[in-house]
C-alpha cells in the first residue's frame, strides 16, 4: 500500500529542486536551439550577400592587344579629338573606319565616345585571369605571382565589376564589355506596362469584393479563385502566357495589327500581361485589407451628407487606404522586377544587343540576364553575374524600403 | 407708382415656387453608379478567367500531347525515361527529382523555419521581434535567380568539400533542394509566426500559472493550439518548393535521370519546362505539348496541396474567444 503523495508521479521532497532544475535546463537547450534556428537564417543571409559581393570584386589580369601607352606619348584621356581620331584611324582599316563613321559619322561623335571606340577597336583590352575579393585580399601575394608567371605581358589590377559603364553599356558576348543597359531597360518597360494592367484591376476588384455585396456567390467564387491563384506556380502562368498571349493573340502581341513586324508574339507586351496576371492576387489581396481597415464610420459619415455610394468610395475610403494600397504595389512590382521563370517560358530572349523601343520589341530582364550569366562556363560571366545581381538587389531592397516605411508610417486606418 | 405691399409679396412668392421645385427625394435610378459597379465586377471576373484560361490551356495542349500515337497515358504515369527523341515519355524521373529537391528544402525549411517561428512569437522582445522580422522578410524577397547563383557559387564548392569532388556532380540535387531550403524557411517561419501569435495570451498564462516553463508552454500547449495554422504553413512550402523553377534550372542540372542519388544531376519538371521553352520550339511539335502535359501534372499537384491547406486550417482550427 502506497502513500497517497506518492500516487500522483510528481517528485517530492528534495527530488522537487533536482526535477525543476532539469526542466529548466531542459527549456534553455531549446530555447538555444530555436535562436540557433533564427541564426542560421541570418548567416544563410549575410553568406548570400557575401558570396555576391565575394564575386563582384577583385583582381583581374588585363592583357592588351596593343598598348596604350604605344598609341601616343600623352595620357589618352588628355588628348582631344582630332587626336583621337587621327589614332583610330592610323590602326584600324580604312573599310573598318569607313564602316564606323557610317554607323555614326565622326564629327558627331564627341571625345568620350572616341575612347570607347579606341578601346573596343584598336586597345581591345581582354581580362585573362580573375580572381575573388577573398583571394584578392588575403591571398594578394600567390595571386600576383601566378599572374606574373602565367601572363607576363598582362597587368594586374584591381576591379569593381559593377560600374558606371557596366550599367549603360548594352550586351557583349566578351564579359569584359558587356553591360546591363538592355536588361534594365527591358526590366523597366515590362514592370511599367504590368503596373498599368495590374493595379487599376486589382484595386477594382478589391473595391468589388469589399464595398459591393460582400457576401453574395460570386464574390466568395473570387474570393477562393484568388487564394488559389497565389498558390498557382510561377511557371504555370508562363505556358498560360505562351498560349494565350504569345501564340493565340500573337497578332496584336507581336504588333502586326498595327504594322509592325516582329515575326512573333514573344515581346514586352506579352511578358507584361503575364506578369500581371501573375501579380493580380498579391495586388488584390494588399488592397482588400487596406480596403478593409477604413473605419466604417468615414463612409457612414458620407452617406449621411448625402454622397453615393462611389462617391463615398472615391472621396473617402480609397484616399485614407492609399498608403495600403501603394504598400501592395510596390511589393508586388518587386515581385514583377525579381520574377523570371514565366519570362522564360513565353521566351525573353537572351542576347539583345538593341534597346527596346516599343511595347512590341524583343526583350531580356534582368533576372533572364542573370540567369544566362550563371548558366555560361567561366569566371568572369559569373562575376558579371554578380555584378548584376547587385543592381537588381538595390533596386528591390529600394523597393521595399519603401514598402516598409509606408506601412510604419502610415498604421492601419489612422489615415 | 407705388403697389401695394401684399402684391409685391405675392408676386415673391409665385417666381420662388416655379424657380424652387421641390426635389425629388424618392430612390432613382443612378446609370452612372451602375455602370461602375458593373465595371469593378468585371475586374474581379478577370481573377476568375485566369484560373479558367490556366485549367484549359494546361488540358487541351496537354489532351493533344496524350492523343498523339507515341504517347501513352499509362507509360506516361510508370515508365523512368524521358527522352523526346526516342518517343520516350515517362514523367517519373522529372516529377522523383522534383520531389527529391522538395524533400530537401522542407528538411532545412520546417525544423529551421518553426523554430525561428517559436523564438520570434514566444521568446523574443518586441523589439528583438521588430528587427528581425523585417530580416526575414528581406531574405523572402530576394529573387529566386539569386537563390540559383548562390547554390551554384557556394553550395555546390561546399558540398564538393565536404563530399568529396568526385562524388558530387558540379550540378546535383542536394545543393539545389538545400538552398530552396533556406529560400522558403521565410514563408514558413513567418507564417508560424502569424499562426502562433493568434493563440490566446489566456492560454500561456494558464500554462504558467500551472508551474509550466516557457519550453513546456511553447510546446505543449501553443504550438498544439496553432497546429492547423502550422501545417498549412508547412503545405504552403511544400507547393512552393514543388513550383519553385529557376533555383532547379540553374543548379539541379539539365537533362532528366531516374536517379536516389542527391549528388546527381537531374532535372526536374519546372526545370524541363524552363529548358525545353526557352530553345526555339515550333508550337504544336511534341515537344511543345509535353512541357503543357508536365505543367498540367504540377498544377494539379500544387493545386490538391492547395486545397488541403485550406481544408486543415477550415477543419482543424481551434476557435478561442
Known amino acids: 500500500m502506497s502513500e497517497p503523495t506518492t500516487t500522483s508521479g510528481l517528485p517530492q521532497g528534495p527530488a522537487i529542486t533536482k526535477h525543476s532544475a532539469q526542466r529548466r535546463r531542459k527549456g534553455m537547450l531549446w530555447r538555444g536551439m530555436f535562436i540557433g534556428s533564427l541564426l542560421i537564417g541570418i548567416i544563410a543571409l549575410i553568406t548570400l550577400f557575401a558570396t555576391i559581393i565575394n564575386d563582384s570584386f577583385g583582381l583581374i589580369v588585363i592583357d592588351n592587344k596593343v598598348d596604350p601607352s604605344t598609341l601616343s606619348d600623352q595620357p589618352l584621356e588628355s588628348l582631344d579629338k582630332a587626336a583621337l581620331q587621327a589614332i583610330l584611324q592610323q590602326h584600324i582599316s580604312a573599310g573598318r573606319f569607313r564602316q564606323l563613321n557610317r554607323e555614326q559619322p565622326f564629327e558627331e561623335r564627341d571625345q568620350s565616345d572616341l575612347l570607347q571606340l579606341l578601346e573596343a577597336e584598336v586597345i581591345k583590352p581582354s581580362i585573362v585571369a580573375s580572381y575573388t575579393l577573398q583571394e584578392s585580399l588575403f591571398e ?85 479563385n484568388i487564394n488559389n491563384l497565389a498558390g498557382v506556380p510561377s511557371i504555370i502562368y508562363g505556358l498560360l502566357g505562351l498560349a494565350v498571349f504569345v501564340r493565340a493573340l500573337e497578332r496584336f502581341t507581336s504588333g502586326a495589327f498595327i504594322g509592325i513586324n516582329n515575326g512573333n508574339g514573344r515581346t514586352i507586351i506579352s511578358a507584361s500581361l503575364t ?18 481597415a477604413v473605419p466604417q464610420s468615414l463612409r457612414q459619415a458620407s452617406y449621411g451628407l448625402g ?86 538587389l538595390v533596386i528591390l531592397l529600394a523597393l521595399n524600403a519603401t514598402a516598409i516605411f509606408l506601412r510604419n508610417y502610415y498604421p492601419r486606418g489612422a489615415v | 407708382m407705388e403697389q401695394p405691399i401684399s402684391a409685391v409679396a405675392e408676386r415673391a412668392v409665385v417666381t420662388n415656387k416655379s424657380r424652387h421645385q421641390p426635389i425629388d427625394l424618392r430612390r432613382h435610378a443612378r446609370p452612372g453608379e451602375q455602370i461602375i459597379q458593373v465595371l469593378l465586377g468585371l475586374c474581379g471576373v478577370i481573377s476568375i478567367l485566369t484560373t479558367f484560361g490556366i485549367i484549359y490551356v494546361l488540358l487541351r495542349e496537354a489532351l493533344m500531347f496524350f492523343s498523339l500515337p507515341e504517347v501513352m497515358l499509362w507509360e506516361y504515369f510508370t515508365n523512368t525515361t524521358w527522352a523526346p527523341q526516342i518517343n ?35 521568446y523574443a522582445t518586441p523589439r528583438a521581434r521588430s528587427i528581425l522580422k523585417p530580416v526575414l522578410e528581406v531574405l ?138 526557352g530553345g526555339d520550339i515550333s508550337y504544336g511539335d511534341i515537344q511543345y505539348t509535353s512541357i503543357f502535359a508536365i505543367g498540367l501534372t504540377l498544377f494539379v499537384l500544387t493545386f490538391v496541396l492547395n486545397i488541403i491547406s485550406g481544408a486543415v486550417v477550415r477543419r482543424f482550427r481551434e476557435v478561442y474567444e
Open chain 1, 275 to 292: 506578369m500581371a496576371l501573375l501579380i493580380l492576387p498579391l495586388i488584390i489581396i494588399n488592397a482588400r485589407e487596406a480596403i478593409r
Open chain 2, 88 to 122: 520516350e515519355f515517362g514523367v517519373l524521373p522529372l516529377l522523383n527529382a522534383t520531389l527529391a529537391t522538395t524533400f530537401f528544402a522542407m528538411l532545412v525549411a520546417v525544423p529551421l523555419g518553426l523554430g525561428a517561428a517559436i523564438y520570434l512569437s514566444e
Open chain 1, 307 to 392: 454622397a453615393t455610394k462611389w462617391q463615398t468610395i472615391w472621396h473617402h475610403v480609397l484616399p485614407s487606404a492609399l498608403p495600403g494600397i501603394l504598400t501592395g504595389t510596390i511589393l508586388g512590382m518587386s515581385r514583377a522586377i525579381g520574377e523570371s521563370a514565366p519570362l522564360i517560358v513565353i521566351g525573353a530572349s537572351t542576347f539583345i544587343a538593341f534597346d527596346p523601343n516599343s511595347p512590341f520589341s524583343k526583350f531580356t530582364v534582368l533576372p533572364i540576364q542573370i540567369y544566362n550569366w550563371v548558366q555560361q562556363p567561366g569566371e568572369q560571366f559569373r562575376s558579371i553575374a554578380a555584378a548584376a545581381i547587385i543592381v537588381l
Open chain 2, 140 to 277: 523572402a524577397g530576394v529573387p529566386t535567380v539569386v537563390y540559383g547563383f548562390f547554390a551554384l557559387t557556394f553550395m555546390t564548392p561546399l558540398l564538393q568539400r565536404i563530399f568529396g569532388q568526385d562524388t558530387v556532380q558540379f550540378y546535383n540535387m542536394l545543393s539545389a533542394g538545400l538552398v530552396m531550403g533556406i529560400m522558403i524557411l521565410p514563408l514558413v517561419a513567418s507564417m508560424s509566426e502569424d499562426a502562433l501569435s493568434a493563440v490566446p495570451r489566456a492560454l500561456r498564462e494558464g500554462a504558467y500559472g500551472l508551474g509550466a516553463t516557457r519550453f513546456e508552454t511553447a510546446v505543449r500547449v501553443v504550438v498544439p493550439a496553432a497546429i492547423s495554422g502550422l501545417v498549412a504553413a508547412f503545405i504552403v512550402a511544400l507547393a512552393r518548393a514543388i513550383g519553385e523553377t529557376m533555383i532547379v534550372a540553374v543548379a539541379a542540372g539539365a537533362g532528366p535521370r531516374f536517379t536516389f542519388n542527391p549528388f546527381l544531376a537531374a532535372e526536374t519538371m519546372t526545370g524541363h519546362i524552363a529548358r525545353i521553352s
Open chain 1, 140 to 224: 594578394r601575394e600567390r595571386v600576383a605571382a601566378e599572374a606574373a608567371k602565367k601572363y607576363p605581358q598582362g597587368t594586374l589590377t584591381f576591379h569593381s565589376w559593377i560600374s558606371g559603364t557596366f550599367l549603360v553599356r548594352p550586351m557583349h558576348s566578351n564579359p569584359a564589355l558587356a553591360g546591363i543597359r538592355t536588361a534594365i531597360l527591358g526590366s523597366l518597360y515590362v514592370v511599367m506596362l504590368t503596373m498599368l494592367f495590374a493595379v487599376p484591376i486589382g484595386v477594382g476588384a478589391a473595391i468589388y469584393l469589399e464595398e459591393y455585396n460582400g457576401q453574395n456567390w460570386i464574390s466568395r467564387i473570387i474570393e477562393t
